[in-house]
């Protein structure tokens, strides 16, 4: 079945660090991709988007590229701030489901002043 | 515009007994699903309502049904719970079910201990 793989975290970097977190999914079709975060004590939030390959998603600094080729769309931000520590979970729609979610385990980000 | 509203915020029932988890979808949207967040992990698809109909679902056993309501609102019910039932419970909200409108707005979550 459908599945999203993404690195294990947690992760820790210093303030202005290079940001990259890996996700490569399973789908069949061509399924929708997204980055979902979950900031300390708050619901998920939407964070960036792509529908089909070669799609570009980006919202606050943060990036992230559909790679059909090799099933991947890794989240990337150039300088990273004490405010973006939290949990970011990479998720599919799959093609023939558009009713649900397929999240991954989640990376836990925490950034050092 | 009012987001997406989840009652109440904490929980804690005994193994074997049953609970009602609430939501209230976002203005303008009628689809409501459900996920289960175990600590630590993804939140985990339990199933969809559209227009008060269930509309997709995980795999979840029976015990876990649900509800919506004329005003778009939705309850989840889990009864017989067990240990394992303990986690985050999340509600999302979308404008439709169509493909073209996949984007979910989630609640804070009910965080529900089963002991």
């Known amino acids: 079945g459908d599945s999203v793989t993404q690195m294990e975290g947690p992760v820790t970097l210093s303030e202005e660090a290079f940001l990259t977190i890996n996700c490569t999914y399973t789908a069949t079709g061509y399924p929708s991709l997204f980055w979902y975060v979950q900031y300390p004590g708050e619901g998920l939030q939407l964070l960036l988007k792509a529908t089909k390959a070669d799609d570009k998603g980006s919202n606050k600094g943060f990036e992230a590229t559909y790679r059909k080729e090799t099933t991947s769309f890794h989240l990337e931000k150039g300088s990273v701030q004490v405010s973006d520590s939290a949990v970011y979970f990479c998720?599919?729609?799959?093609?023939?489901?558009?009713?649900?979610?397929?999240f991954g385990s989640g990376t836990r980000l925490s950034i050092r002043p | 515009e009012t987001g997406v509203t989840q009652s109440p915020t904490h929980l804690i029932k005994t193994r074997g007994q049953q609970v009602t988890l609430r939501c209230s979808s976002q203005?303008?949207?009628?689809?409501v699903s459900w996920y289960q967040q175990a600590l630590g992990q993804g939140p985990q698809f339990i199933f969809q309502?559209?227009?008060?109909?269930?509309?997709g679902r995980g795999n979840f056993p029976p015990r876990f049904s649900g509800l919506q309501f004329p005003n778009y609102s939705s309850e989840l019910n889990v009864n017989a719970l067990e240990l394992d039932d303990s986690a985050l419970y999340l509600c999302a909200s979308s404008q439709d079910r169509a493909r073209n409108s996949y984007e979910q707005y989630f609640g804070p979550g009910t965080r529900l201990t089963v002991t």
């Open positions: 203005s303008g949207h009628n689809t």
């Open positions: 998720a599919l729609t799959p093609y023939s489901s558009a009713s649900k979610i397929i």
């Open positions: 309502y559209y227009r008060e109909e269930e509309n």
